[in-house]
Protein backbone atom coordinates (compact mmCIF):
# COMPACT_ATOMS: atom_id res chain seq x y z
CA UNK A 1 0.00 0.00 0.00
CA UNK A 2 1.76 2.89 -1.11
CA UNK A 3 1.95 5.61 1.42
CA UNK A 4 -0.65 8.68 1.49
CA UNK A 5 0.37 12.39 1.18
CA UNK A 6 -1.99 15.10 2.05
CA UNK A 7 -2.65 17.79 -0.02
CA UNK A 8 -1.29 20.48 2.09
CA UNK A 9 2.09 18.81 1.78
CA UNK A 10 1.92 17.53 -1.66
CA UNK A 11 1.53 20.70 -3.34
CA UNK A 12 3.51 22.46 -0.97
CA UNK A 13 4.59 25.59 -3.47
CA UNK A 14 8.23 25.13 -4.05
CA UNK A 15 8.48 28.79 -5.60
CA UNK A 16 7.19 32.26 -4.69
CA UNK A 17 4.93 32.46 -8.09
CA UNK A 18 2.86 29.56 -6.30
CA UNK A 19 2.06 31.06 -3.12
CA UNK A 20 -1.42 31.75 -3.27
CA UNK A 21 -3.41 35.30 -2.02
CA UNK A 22 0.43 36.70 -0.71
CA UNK A 23 1.53 38.90 -3.40
CA UNK A 24 2.31 41.59 -1.11
CA UNK A 25 5.30 39.87 1.25
CA UNK A 26 6.57 37.30 -2.20
CA UNK A 27 6.96 39.99 -4.21
CA UNK A 28 8.62 42.39 -1.73
CA UNK A 29 11.14 39.59 -0.78
CA UNK A 30 12.10 39.18 -4.22
CA UNK A 31 12.95 42.40 -4.58
CA UNK A 32 14.71 42.33 -1.97
CA UNK A 33 16.88 39.82 -2.77
CA UNK A 34 17.50 40.78 -6.37
CA UNK A 35 18.58 44.38 -4.63
CA UNK A 36 20.81 42.75 -2.30
CA UNK A 37 18.09 44.96 0.37
CA UNK A 38 17.29 42.06 2.47
CA UNK A 39 17.27 42.50 6.67
CA UNK A 40 19.27 40.04 8.94
CA UNK A 41 16.35 39.58 11.48
CA UNK A 42 12.71 39.26 10.00
CA UNK A 43 9.22 38.37 10.88
CA UNK A 44 6.21 36.83 9.51
CA UNK A 45 3.17 37.08 11.49
CA UNK A 46 -0.17 36.11 10.27
CA UNK A 47 -3.31 33.40 11.05
CA UNK A 48 -2.39 29.95 10.78
CA UNK A 49 -2.02 28.47 7.43
CA UNK A 50 -1.65 31.22 5.31
CA UNK A 51 2.28 30.28 4.06
CA UNK A 52 4.70 31.99 6.77
CA UNK A 53 6.83 29.04 7.16
CA UNK A 54 6.88 28.14 3.16
CA UNK A 55 7.89 31.60 2.62
CA UNK A 56 10.79 31.13 5.14
CA UNK A 57 11.71 28.14 3.24
CA UNK A 58 11.38 29.24 -0.50
CA UNK A 59 13.51 32.51 1.00
CA UNK A 60 16.03 30.11 2.40
CA UNK A 61 16.68 28.50 -0.70
CA UNK A 62 16.41 31.28 -2.99
CA UNK A 63 19.07 33.47 -1.17
CA UNK A 64 21.34 30.17 -1.15
CA UNK A 65 21.49 29.57 -4.65
CA UNK A 66 18.03 28.08 -5.12
CA UNK A 67 18.00 25.32 -8.14
CA UNK A 68 22.38 25.25 -7.64
CA UNK A 69 22.11 23.70 -4.59
CA UNK A 70 20.43 19.94 -3.80
CA UNK A 71 18.31 19.45 -0.72
CA UNK A 72 21.31 17.57 1.39
CA UNK A 73 23.72 20.86 0.36
CA UNK A 74 20.69 23.36 1.78
CA UNK A 75 20.08 20.93 4.99
CA UNK A 76 23.39 22.17 5.35
CA UNK A 77 22.79 25.70 5.71
CA UNK A 78 18.77 25.43 6.61
CA UNK A 79 18.13 25.33 10.40
CA UNK A 80 14.53 25.20 11.57
CA UNK A 81 13.77 25.36 15.06
CA UNK A 82 10.36 25.01 16.91
CA UNK A 83 10.04 27.37 19.47
CA UNK A 84 7.38 25.31 20.95
CA UNK A 85 9.21 22.84 21.98
CA UNK A 86 13.05 25.00 22.81
CA UNK A 87 11.55 27.65 24.64
CA UNK A 88 14.41 27.59 27.35
CA UNK A 89 17.71 29.63 27.70
CA UNK A 90 19.68 26.70 27.35
CA UNK A 91 18.09 26.06 23.75
CA UNK A 92 18.73 30.15 22.90
CA UNK A 93 22.37 29.31 23.78
CA UNK A 94 23.48 26.41 21.56
CA UNK A 95 21.67 28.70 19.20
CA UNK A 96 24.09 31.32 19.98
CA UNK A 97 26.92 28.99 20.06
CA UNK A 98 26.02 27.69 16.08
CA UNK A 99 25.44 31.72 14.31
CA UNK A 100 29.11 32.05 14.80
CA UNK A 101 30.50 29.47 12.78
CA UNK A 102 30.15 29.92 8.83
CA UNK A 103 28.21 28.13 6.37
CA UNK A 104 30.13 25.34 4.36
CA UNK A 105 28.18 25.62 1.76
CA UNK A 106 26.34 28.81 0.10
CA UNK A 107 25.98 31.88 1.31
CA UNK A 108 23.75 32.47 4.09
CA UNK A 109 23.18 29.76 7.33
CA UNK A 110 19.21 30.85 7.62
CA UNK A 111 17.31 30.11 11.19
CA UNK A 112 13.76 29.80 10.69
CA UNK A 113 12.26 29.92 14.29
CA UNK A 114 8.27 28.88 13.82
CA UNK A 115 5.69 29.77 16.71
CA UNK A 116 8.55 32.19 18.32
CA UNK A 117 5.92 33.52 20.72
CA UNK A 118 6.47 30.86 22.60
CA UNK A 119 10.10 31.26 23.76
CA UNK A 120 10.43 31.93 27.48
CA UNK A 121 11.08 35.78 28.70
CA UNK A 122 14.45 34.58 29.71
CA UNK A 123 15.15 33.10 26.07
CA UNK A 124 13.83 36.62 24.57
CA UNK A 125 16.47 38.27 26.53
CA UNK A 126 19.06 36.27 26.06
CA UNK A 127 18.69 36.26 22.23
CA UNK A 128 18.17 40.10 22.10
CA UNK A 129 22.04 40.94 21.32
CA UNK A 130 22.58 38.07 18.83
CA UNK A 131 19.82 39.17 16.98
CA UNK A 132 20.37 42.96 16.59
CA UNK A 133 23.95 42.56 15.47
CA UNK A 134 23.88 38.32 14.04
CA UNK A 135 27.14 37.55 11.99
CA UNK A 136 26.89 38.63 8.82
CA UNK A 137 26.55 35.00 7.21
CA UNK A 138 23.43 34.14 9.30
CA UNK A 139 19.93 35.15 8.59
CA UNK A 140 16.64 34.97 11.01
CA UNK A 141 13.12 34.59 10.06
CA UNK A 142 11.02 34.34 13.22
CA UNK A 143 7.46 33.25 12.15
CA UNK A 144 4.40 33.03 14.38
CA UNK A 145 0.45 33.11 14.46
CA UNK A 146 0.10 35.74 17.60
CA UNK A 147 2.48 38.79 17.19
CA UNK A 148 1.15 40.41 20.20
CA UNK A 149 2.66 38.23 22.42
CA UNK A 150 6.25 39.11 21.22
CA UNK A 151 8.29 41.49 23.58
CA UNK A 152 8.65 44.96 22.06
CA UNK A 153 12.55 44.79 22.27
CA UNK A 154 12.26 41.70 19.32
CA UNK A 155 10.07 43.74 17.40
CA UNK A 156 11.83 46.33 16.92
CA UNK A 157 15.24 44.24 15.89
CA UNK A 158 13.06 42.79 12.68
CA UNK A 159 11.77 43.33 9.63
CA UNK A 160 7.88 42.67 9.75
CA UNK A 161 5.93 40.96 7.43
CA UNK A 162 2.10 40.58 7.72
CA UNK A 163 0.32 37.92 6.07
CA UNK A 164 -3.34 38.04 5.71
CA UNK A 165 -6.23 35.60 4.91
CA UNK A 166 -6.61 33.94 2.07
CA UNK A 167 -9.82 34.79 0.33
CA UNK A 168 -12.79 32.64 -0.98
CA UNK A 169 -12.13 32.85 -4.57
CA UNK A 170 -8.28 32.32 -4.34
CA UNK A 171 -8.76 29.14 -1.92
CA UNK A 172 -11.82 27.74 -4.06
CA UNK A 173 -9.44 28.82 -7.32
CA UNK A 174 -6.56 26.76 -5.84
CA UNK A 175 -8.95 23.70 -4.76
CA UNK A 176 -10.00 23.73 -8.46
CA UNK A 177 -5.87 23.10 -9.14
CA UNK A 178 -5.60 20.34 -7.09
CA UNK A 179 -9.14 18.76 -8.05
CA UNK A 180 -7.65 18.51 -11.87
CA UNK A 181 -4.56 17.55 -10.55
CA UNK A 182 -5.84 14.05 -8.10
CA UNK A 183 -8.68 13.36 -11.22
CA UNK A 184 -11.62 14.69 -9.37
CA UNK A 185 -14.43 16.08 -11.35
CA UNK A 186 -15.87 18.54 -8.21
CA UNK A 187 -18.63 21.20 -8.60
CA UNK A 188 -18.08 25.34 -8.36
CA UNK A 189 -20.51 25.75 -5.57
CA UNK A 190 -19.15 22.52 -3.29
CA UNK A 191 -15.62 24.08 -3.92
CA UNK A 192 -16.54 27.53 -2.85
CA UNK A 193 -18.66 26.37 0.18
CA UNK A 194 -15.32 24.14 1.12
CA UNK A 195 -13.08 27.37 0.67
CA UNK A 196 -15.70 29.69 2.93
CA UNK A 197 -15.57 27.14 5.47
CA UNK A 198 -11.60 27.36 5.47
CA UNK A 199 -12.18 30.75 6.84
CA UNK A 200 -9.36 32.35 5.04
CA UNK A 201 -6.76 29.72 5.91
CA UNK A 202 -5.50 27.73 2.76
CA UNK A 203 -3.64 24.39 4.76
CA UNK A 204 -7.23 24.03 6.51
CA UNK A 205 -9.40 24.07 2.74
CA UNK A 206 -6.78 21.61 1.47
CA UNK A 207 -7.38 19.08 4.89
CA UNK A 208 -10.99 19.53 4.22
CA UNK A 209 -10.56 19.30 0.43
CA UNK A 210 -8.85 15.55 0.70
CA UNK A 211 -11.87 14.51 3.40
CA UNK A 212 -14.15 15.10 0.85
CA UNK A 213 -12.86 12.90 -1.58
CA UNK A 214 -12.66 10.29 0.73
CA UNK A 215 -15.94 10.20 1.66
CA UNK A 216 -17.33 10.70 -2.59
CA UNK A 217 -14.61 9.60 -4.58
CA UNK A 218 -13.87 11.26 -7.53
CA UNK A 219 -17.78 13.11 -7.65
CA UNK A 220 -17.53 16.17 -5.40
CA UNK A 221 -20.93 17.90 -5.28
CA UNK A 222 -22.53 20.77 -3.16
CA UNK A 223 -25.01 18.13 -0.83
CA UNK A 224 -22.56 16.12 -0.20
CA UNK A 225 -20.27 19.14 1.30
CA UNK A 226 -22.91 20.62 3.18
CA UNK A 227 -24.31 17.01 4.57
CA UNK A 228 -20.55 16.26 5.52
CA UNK A 229 -19.16 18.71 6.71
CA UNK A 230 -22.33 19.64 8.80
CA UNK A 231 -22.88 23.52 7.34
CA UNK A 232 -25.81 25.17 7.43
CA UNK A 233 -27.09 25.54 4.22
CA UNK A 234 -27.78 28.49 2.07
CA UNK A 235 -31.40 27.05 0.99
CA UNK A 236 -32.81 27.78 4.49
CA UNK A 237 -31.73 31.32 4.84
CA UNK A 238 -33.24 32.30 1.03
CA UNK A 239 -36.12 30.50 2.54
CA UNK A 240 -36.66 32.22 5.17
CA UNK A 241 -37.18 35.67 3.22
CA UNK A 242 -39.23 34.34 0.96
CA UNK A 243 -41.66 33.20 3.90
CA UNK A 244 -40.76 36.58 5.87
CA UNK A 245 -42.28 38.26 2.42
CA UNK A 246 -45.06 36.21 2.39
CA UNK A 247 -46.24 36.91 6.13
CA UNK A 248 -46.22 33.29 6.55
CA UNK A 249 -45.24 32.95 10.21
CA UNK A 250 -46.43 29.34 10.98
CA UNK A 251 -43.99 28.19 8.10
CA UNK A 252 -41.35 30.48 9.37
CA UNK A 253 -41.76 29.03 12.93
CA UNK A 254 -41.90 25.19 11.58
CA UNK A 255 -38.76 26.54 9.43
CA UNK A 256 -36.61 27.27 12.65
CA UNK A 257 -37.44 23.96 14.11
CA UNK A 258 -36.42 21.56 11.13
CA UNK A 259 -33.21 23.65 11.84
CA UNK A 260 -32.85 22.67 15.55
CA UNK A 261 -33.90 19.04 14.92
CA UNK A 262 -31.18 18.96 12.43
CA UNK A 263 -28.67 19.33 14.99
CA UNK A 264 -27.74 23.24 14.41
CA UNK A 265 -26.96 25.45 17.08
CA UNK A 266 -29.40 28.42 17.04
CA UNK A 267 -26.71 30.51 17.32
CA UNK A 268 -25.25 29.82 13.95
CA UNK A 269 -28.41 30.55 12.06
CA UNK A 270 -28.68 33.87 13.93
CA UNK A 271 -25.44 34.53 12.17
CA UNK A 272 -25.96 33.13 9.45
CA UNK A 273 -29.14 35.01 9.00
CA UNK A 274 -27.23 38.10 9.56
CA UNK A 275 -24.76 37.45 6.93
CA UNK A 276 -27.65 36.35 4.71
CA UNK A 277 -29.36 40.02 5.51
CA UNK A 278 -25.44 41.54 4.71
CA UNK A 279 -25.44 40.03 1.23
CA UNK A 280 -28.96 40.76 0.27
CA UNK A 281 -27.73 44.18 0.63
CA UNK A 282 -24.63 43.94 -1.15
CA UNK A 283 -26.27 42.07 -4.16
CA UNK A 284 -28.62 45.23 -4.52
CA UNK A 285 -25.71 47.22 -6.21
CA UNK A 286 -24.29 46.19 -9.04
CA UNK A 287 -20.95 47.93 -8.25
CA UNK A 288 -20.97 45.44 -5.07
CA UNK A 289 -21.79 42.58 -6.10
CA UNK A 290 -18.20 41.53 -6.67
CA UNK A 291 -18.10 41.31 -2.54
CA UNK A 292 -20.27 37.90 -2.44
CA UNK A 293 -17.90 35.34 -1.78
CA UNK A 294 -20.05 32.43 -3.18
CA UNK A 295 -20.53 30.42 -6.37
CA UNK A 296 -22.19 31.23 -9.28
CA UNK A 297 -25.44 29.65 -9.02
CA UNK A 298 -25.99 31.28 -5.18
CA UNK A 299 -24.78 34.29 -6.54
CA UNK A 300 -27.75 34.41 -8.72
CA UNK A 301 -30.23 33.50 -6.33
CA UNK A 302 -29.12 36.43 -4.60
CA UNK A 303 -29.46 39.00 -6.94
CA UNK A 304 -33.32 37.71 -7.95
CA UNK A 305 -34.15 37.63 -3.62
CA UNK A 306 -32.66 41.31 -3.71
CA UNK A 307 -34.56 42.25 -6.06
CA UNK A 308 -37.85 40.99 -3.95
CA UNK A 309 -37.51 42.62 -0.99
CA UNK A 310 -36.88 46.55 -0.29
CA UNK A 311 -33.63 48.00 1.20
CA UNK A 312 -35.17 48.91 4.59
CA UNK A 313 -36.46 45.74 4.77
CA UNK A 314 -32.79 43.99 4.81
CA UNK A 315 -31.29 46.94 6.81
CA UNK A 316 -34.45 46.01 9.33
CA UNK A 317 -33.73 42.61 9.46
CA UNK A 318 -29.48 43.05 9.70
CA UNK A 319 -30.49 45.18 12.98
CA UNK A 320 -32.43 42.21 14.46
CA UNK A 321 -30.15 39.47 14.08
CA UNK A 322 -27.02 41.66 14.76
CA UNK A 323 -28.86 42.43 17.90
CA UNK A 324 -29.92 38.79 18.61
CA UNK A 325 -26.22 37.82 18.00
CA UNK A 326 -25.20 39.39 21.05
CA UNK A 327 -28.45 38.49 23.50
CA UNK A 328 -28.17 34.87 22.18
CA UNK A 329 -25.43 33.83 24.89
CA UNK A 330 -27.46 35.21 27.79
CA UNK A 331 -30.12 34.25 26.93
CA UNK A 332 -32.23 32.18 29.39
CA UNK A 333 -34.49 30.84 26.60
CA UNK A 334 -32.56 31.47 23.36
CA UNK A 335 -35.15 29.61 21.08
CA UNK A 336 -37.85 32.19 22.00
CA UNK A 337 -35.54 34.63 21.47
CA UNK A 338 -34.83 33.45 17.84
CA UNK A 339 -38.40 33.06 17.20
CA UNK A 340 -39.25 36.37 18.33
CA UNK A 341 -36.55 37.93 15.62
CA UNK A 342 -38.21 35.83 12.93
CA UNK A 343 -42.04 37.71 14.16
CA UNK A 344 -40.55 40.99 14.14
CA UNK A 345 -39.67 40.33 10.35
CA UNK A 346 -43.02 39.06 9.39
CA UNK A 347 -44.55 42.52 11.61
CA UNK A 348 -42.58 44.90 9.64
CA UNK A 349 -43.67 43.14 6.16
CA UNK A 350 -47.13 43.29 7.03
CA UNK A 351 -46.76 47.33 8.33
CA UNK A 352 -45.23 47.73 4.96
CA UNK A 353 -48.19 46.41 3.10
CA UNK A 354 -50.50 47.97 5.27
CA UNK A 355 -48.76 51.36 4.67
CA UNK A 356 -48.86 50.89 0.56
CA UNK A 357 -52.56 50.38 0.76
CA UNK A 358 -54.52 53.35 -0.31
CA UNK A 359 -55.71 55.44 2.77
CA UNK A 360 -59.88 55.93 2.53
CA UNK A 361 -61.57 59.57 1.99
CA UNK A 362 -63.98 60.64 4.33
CA UNK A 363 -67.25 60.71 2.68
CA UNK A 364 -67.59 64.37 3.94
CA UNK A 365 -65.36 67.09 6.09
CA UNK A 366 -67.41 66.45 9.52
CA UNK A 367 -65.84 63.05 10.01
CA UNK A 368 -62.68 65.58 11.09
CA UNK A 369 -64.95 67.08 13.87
CA UNK A 370 -64.08 66.17 17.20
CA UNK A 371 -66.25 63.64 19.57
CA UNK A 372 -67.21 66.65 21.83
CA UNK A 373 -68.99 68.83 18.60
CA UNK A 374 -72.57 67.38 17.06
CA UNK A 375 -72.48 67.01 13.82
CA UNK A 376 -74.67 69.07 11.38
CA UNK A 377 -77.51 67.91 9.57
CA UNK A 378 -79.00 69.00 6.83
CA UNK A 379 -82.06 70.83 6.69
CA UNK A 380 -84.96 68.90 4.67
CA UNK A 381 -85.78 69.63 1.26
CA UNK A 382 -89.53 70.33 1.72
CA UNK A 383 -88.55 73.10 4.65
CA UNK A 384 -86.22 75.41 2.09
CA UNK A 385 -89.17 78.47 0.34
CA UNK A 386 -88.58 80.37 -2.31
CA UNK A 387 -85.31 82.95 -2.06
CA UNK A 388 -86.12 86.46 -1.60
CA UNK A 389 -84.10 89.55 -0.79
CA UNK A 390 -82.88 90.24 2.71
CA UNK A 391 -81.96 93.51 2.99
CA UNK A 392 -85.03 94.90 2.86
CA UNK A 393 -87.16 93.00 4.55
CA UNK A 394 -88.39 93.68 8.71
CA UNK A 395 -87.26 90.39 9.95
CA UNK A 396 -83.92 90.21 8.49
CA UNK A 397 -83.31 93.81 10.30
CA UNK A 398 -84.85 92.85 13.39
CA UNK A 399 -82.66 89.70 13.54
CA UNK A 400 -79.55 91.95 12.66
CA UNK A 401 -80.21 94.18 15.08
CA UNK A 402 -80.83 91.19 18.19
CA UNK A 403 -77.31 89.51 16.99
CA UNK A 404 -75.51 92.78 17.50
CA UNK A 405 -77.10 93.50 20.72
CA UNK A 406 -76.00 89.79 22.23
CA UNK A 407 -72.31 89.94 20.64
CA UNK A 408 -71.96 93.23 22.73
CA UNK A 409 -73.31 91.84 25.40
CA UNK A 410 -71.47 88.73 25.59
CA UNK A 411 -68.27 88.61 27.59
CA UNK A 412 -65.74 88.09 24.44
CA UNK A 413 -67.19 90.48 22.77
CA UNK A 414 -66.00 93.08 25.23
CA UNK A 415 -62.43 94.40 25.51
CA UNK A 416 -60.97 93.52 28.42
CA UNK A 417 -58.32 95.96 30.03
CA UNK A 418 -56.58 93.90 32.66
CA UNK A 419 -56.07 91.25 30.66
CA UNK A 420 -51.86 91.11 30.10
CA UNK A 421 -51.62 88.45 27.13
CA UNK A 422 -51.85 88.88 23.67
CA UNK A 423 -52.92 86.58 20.81
CA UNK A 424 -49.65 85.88 20.07
CA UNK A 425 -48.68 84.67 23.25
CA UNK A 426 -51.59 81.89 23.24
CA UNK A 427 -51.04 78.50 21.31
CA UNK A 428 -52.07 77.93 17.63
CA UNK A 429 -55.63 75.82 17.86
CA UNK A 430 -55.83 72.74 15.64
CA UNK A 431 -57.49 73.77 12.74
CA UNK A 432 -60.85 71.92 11.49
CA UNK A 433 -60.93 70.77 7.35
CA UNK A 434 -62.47 73.38 5.49
CA UNK A 435 -65.79 73.53 5.85
CA UNK A 436 -66.90 75.91 3.28
CA UNK A 437 -68.92 73.50 0.93
CA UNK A 438 -71.62 73.44 4.26
CA UNK A 439 -71.30 76.28 5.68
CA UNK A 440 -70.35 80.21 5.46
CA UNK A 441 -67.31 81.52 6.84
CA UNK A 442 -67.15 83.21 10.13
CA UNK A 443 -66.44 86.65 9.81
CA UNK A 444 -64.95 87.79 12.99
CA UNK A 445 -65.07 86.26 16.42
CA UNK A 446 -67.74 87.73 17.63
CA UNK A 447 -70.28 86.36 15.19
CA UNK A 448 -68.60 82.65 16.07
CA UNK A 449 -70.99 83.25 19.67
CA UNK A 450 -73.76 84.89 17.34
CA UNK A 451 -77.03 83.32 18.52
CA UNK A 452 -79.47 84.48 15.60
CA UNK A 453 -80.34 82.29 13.13
CA UNK A 454 -78.19 82.41 9.81
CA UNK A 455 -79.12 84.16 7.53
CA UNK A 456 -79.29 83.40 3.84
CA UNK A 457 -78.38 86.05 1.47
CA UNK A 458 -79.98 84.69 -1.30
CA UNK A 459 -81.09 81.63 -0.59
CA UNK A 460 -83.71 81.44 2.29
CA UNK A 461 -86.12 83.63 3.59
CA UNK A 462 -85.41 84.19 7.29
CA UNK A 463 -88.21 82.95 10.47
CA UNK A 464 -89.17 85.86 12.14
CA UNK A 465 -86.92 87.71 14.49
CA UNK A 466 -87.29 86.27 18.44
CA UNK A 467 -86.47 88.38 21.31
CA UNK A 468 -83.37 87.44 22.92
CA UNK A 469 -82.42 88.60 26.62
CA UNK A 470 -78.82 88.72 26.94
CA UNK A 471 -77.65 86.96 29.90
CA UNK A 472 -74.82 87.74 31.26
CA UNK A 473 -73.22 86.21 34.44
CA UNK A 474 -72.75 88.35 37.21
CA UNK A 475 -69.32 88.25 38.36
CA UNK A 476 -68.05 86.72 41.75
CA UNK A 477 -66.99 89.48 44.19
CA UNK A 478 -62.89 90.18 43.49
CA UNK A 479 -62.30 89.76 47.01
CA UNK A 480 -58.18 89.19 47.37
CA UNK A 481 -58.89 85.74 49.78
CA UNK A 482 -61.51 84.22 47.00
CA UNK A 483 -58.76 82.01 45.66
CA UNK A 484 -57.67 80.91 48.92
CA UNK A 485 -54.88 81.26 51.80
CA UNK A 486 -52.25 81.78 49.81
CA UNK A 487 -48.89 84.13 49.97
CA UNK A 488 -49.86 86.32 46.78
CA UNK A 489 -53.79 86.71 48.71
CA UNK A 490 -51.89 88.22 51.68
CA UNK A 491 -49.81 90.18 49.85
CA UNK A 492 -52.85 91.77 48.48
CA UNK A 493 -53.89 92.33 51.25
CA UNK A 494 -51.00 94.02 52.59
CA UNK A 495 -51.05 96.46 49.32
CA UNK A 496 -54.48 97.21 49.86
CA UNK A 497 -54.14 98.16 53.53
CA UNK A 498 -51.47 100.24 52.62
CA UNK A 499 -53.50 101.78 49.62
CA UNK A 500 -51.26 100.66 46.88
CA UNK A 501 -52.90 100.68 43.85
CA UNK A 502 -53.22 98.08 41.55
CA UNK A 503 -51.46 98.60 38.37
CA UNK A 504 -53.18 96.92 35.19
CA UNK A 505 -51.37 96.67 32.17
CA UNK A 506 -53.12 98.11 28.92
CA UNK A 507 -53.03 95.53 25.96
CA UNK A 508 -52.17 96.61 22.86
CA UNK A 509 -53.57 93.92 20.85
CA UNK A 510 -57.92 94.24 20.30
CA UNK A 511 -57.85 90.50 20.65
CA UNK A 512 -55.68 89.80 23.51
CA UNK A 513 -58.34 87.27 25.28
CA UNK A 514 -57.84 83.85 23.85
CA UNK A 515 -59.59 82.55 21.02
CA UNK A 516 -62.34 80.77 22.09
CA UNK A 517 -63.17 77.42 20.30
CA UNK A 518 -66.24 75.73 19.12
CA UNK A 519 -67.15 72.88 21.96
CA UNK A 520 -68.55 72.61 25.77
CA UNK A 521 -68.78 75.52 28.08
CA UNK A 522 -69.42 73.14 31.28
CA UNK A 523 -69.32 75.09 34.69
CA UNK A 524 -66.74 73.75 37.54
CA UNK A 525 -65.90 74.47 41.03
CA UNK A 526 -62.92 75.65 42.61
CA UNK A 527 -62.15 72.52 43.90
CA UNK A 528 -61.99 70.95 40.17
CA UNK A 529 -59.58 73.90 39.67
CA UNK A 530 -57.43 72.88 42.08
CA UNK A 531 -57.34 69.45 40.52
CA UNK A 532 -56.54 70.37 36.99
CA UNK A 533 -53.98 72.53 38.47
CA UNK A 534 -52.07 70.11 40.69
CA UNK A 535 -51.93 67.65 38.01
CA UNK A 536 -50.50 70.47 35.17
CA UNK A 537 -47.52 71.47 37.88
CA UNK A 538 -46.26 67.97 38.13
CA UNK A 539 -45.19 67.91 34.54
CA UNK A 540 -41.96 67.91 33.62
CA UNK A 541 -41.93 70.66 31.05
CA UNK A 542 -43.25 72.98 33.81
CA UNK A 543 -40.72 75.60 34.81
CA UNK A 544 -40.13 75.75 38.08
CA UNK A 545 -41.44 79.58 38.54
CA UNK A 546 -45.08 78.55 37.24
CA UNK A 547 -44.95 75.37 39.22
CA UNK A 548 -44.44 77.58 42.15
CA UNK A 549 -47.00 80.51 41.55
CA UNK A 550 -49.65 77.45 40.73
CA UNK A 551 -49.07 76.13 44.06
CA UNK A 552 -49.01 79.39 45.92
CA UNK A 553 -51.96 80.73 44.82
CA UNK A 554 -55.15 79.33 43.20
CA UNK A 555 -56.67 81.54 40.38
CA UNK A 556 -60.28 83.43 41.07
CA UNK A 557 -63.38 82.10 39.14
CA UNK A 558 -64.89 85.56 38.10
CA UNK A 559 -67.66 83.52 35.69
CA UNK A 560 -67.86 80.66 34.10
CA UNK A 561 -64.93 81.41 31.07
CA UNK A 562 -63.31 84.05 33.42
CA UNK A 563 -59.95 82.66 35.71
CA UNK A 564 -57.90 85.84 37.67
CA UNK A 565 -54.74 86.05 38.44
CA UNK A 566 -52.97 88.07 40.55
CA UNK A 567 -48.78 88.85 39.60
CA UNK A 568 -46.02 90.36 41.45
CA UNK A 569 -44.07 91.86 38.62
CA UNK A 570 -43.12 92.06 34.40
CA UNK A 571 -40.60 88.76 35.08
CA UNK A 572 -43.70 87.09 36.43
CA UNK A 573 -46.27 88.01 33.34
CA UNK A 574 -43.63 87.19 30.95
CA UNK A 575 -43.28 83.82 31.90
CA UNK A 576 -47.47 83.31 32.96
CA UNK A 577 -47.93 84.98 28.86
CA UNK A 578 -45.41 81.85 27.75
CA UNK A 579 -46.70 79.40 29.65
CA UNK A 580 -50.52 80.46 28.77
CA UNK A 581 -49.70 78.62 25.17
CA UNK A 582 -49.61 74.82 27.38
CA UNK A 583 -51.72 76.13 30.19
CA UNK A 584 -54.76 76.99 28.90
CA UNK A 585 -55.54 73.92 26.38
CA UNK A 586 -55.09 71.66 28.95
CA UNK A 587 -57.28 73.65 31.40
CA UNK A 588 -60.10 73.66 28.23
CA UNK A 589 -59.44 69.87 27.97
CA UNK A 590 -59.67 69.49 31.55
CA UNK A 591 -62.64 71.36 32.91
CA UNK A 592 -64.21 71.00 29.77
CA UNK A 593 -64.84 74.37 29.41
CA UNK A 594 -63.33 75.47 25.79
CA UNK A 595 -64.13 79.20 26.26
CA UNK A 596 -61.83 79.41 29.02
CA UNK A 597 -59.17 82.43 29.69
CA UNK A 598 -57.35 84.00 31.96
CA UNK A 599 -57.18 87.71 33.18
CA UNK A 600 -53.64 88.94 34.55
CA UNK A 601 -53.27 91.56 37.63
CA UNK A 602 -50.12 93.23 38.16
CA UNK A 603 -49.75 94.51 42.21
CA UNK A 604 -47.14 96.86 43.16
CA UNK A 605 -46.97 95.75 46.97
CA UNK A 606 -44.54 97.68 48.87
CA UNK A 607 -40.68 97.15 49.06
CA UNK A 608 -39.55 95.43 52.50
CA UNK A 609 -37.16 96.12 54.22
CA UNK A 610 -34.09 92.62 53.78
CA UNK A 611 -32.95 91.46 56.65
CA UNK A 612 -29.49 90.98 56.09
CA UNK A 613 -27.78 90.25 59.98
CA UNK A 614 -28.79 87.12 62.36
CA UNK A 615 -30.08 89.38 64.97
CA UNK A 616 -32.39 91.50 62.64
CA UNK A 617 -33.82 87.65 61.14
CA UNK A 618 -33.98 86.73 64.82
CA UNK A 619 -36.04 89.59 66.22
CA UNK A 620 -38.33 89.32 63.12
CA UNK A 621 -38.57 85.60 63.21
CA UNK A 622 -39.44 86.24 67.40
CA UNK A 623 -42.22 88.14 66.52
CA UNK A 624 -44.19 85.67 64.33
CA UNK A 625 -43.38 83.12 66.73
CA UNK A 626 -42.55 83.32 70.45
CA UNK A 627 -41.80 79.90 70.71
CA UNK A 628 -38.18 80.58 69.14
CA UNK A 629 -37.16 82.79 72.07
CA UNK A 630 -37.67 79.73 74.30
CA UNK A 631 -36.51 77.52 72.10
CA UNK A 632 -32.88 79.66 72.25
CA UNK A 633 -33.22 79.74 76.00
CA UNK A 634 -33.55 76.05 76.19
CA UNK A 635 -30.53 75.24 74.19
CA UNK A 636 -28.35 78.05 75.01
CA UNK A 637 -27.17 79.70 72.18
CA UNK A 638 -25.60 82.82 70.69
CA UNK A 639 -26.07 84.30 67.66
CA UNK A 640 -23.33 84.41 65.08
Known amino acids: MEQFVVSARKYRPQAFEAVVGQSHITDTLLKSVDNDHLAQALLFCGPRGVGKTTCARILAKVINGGADLN ?49 SQQAFNAFLKTLEEPPAHAIFILATTEKHKIIPTILSRCQIFDFKRITVDDIAGHLAFVAEKEGVNAESEALHMIAEKADGALRDAL ?39 AVNYPDLLLLYNEVL ?58 KVFNELDGQYKMASQPRILVELGLLKLVEFISQEKKKSQPSVIPKSTEDFLPPSL ?18 NTPQAAAASTVAKDVAMSSPASKSVKNVGT ?12 DTAAHEPPIASPEAA ?16 AVPIESKKPAPLPATPNSGGLSLMAALNDLSKENNSPVFVPESTDKEAAPQIQE ?5 FNEKELIDALGTYVKQRHVKTAIRTLLSAQVPKILDKNTLQISLDNNI ?38 KLYLPEEKYKHMAEKNANLIYLRQKIKTDLE
Open 449 to 464: FDTSPTVASTTTTPPP
Open 374 to 391: PKRTAPAPESVPVATPVQ
Open 71 to 119: DDELALNIFELDAASNNSVDDIRRLIDQVRFAPQTGKFKVYIIDEVHML
Open 261 to 318: EKGFNGHEFVVGMAKHFRDLLVAREPRTVELLEVGPSIREQYLSQSKESSTRFLLHGL
Open 207 to 245: SLFDRMVSFSGNELTYEQVVNVLDILDYSYFFRTISLAN
Open 422 to 433: THDDLPEEPALP
Open 572 to 609: QLSYFNEEQKELVPYLRKKLDNFALRFETILVESEQVK
Open 519 to 523: GPQSV
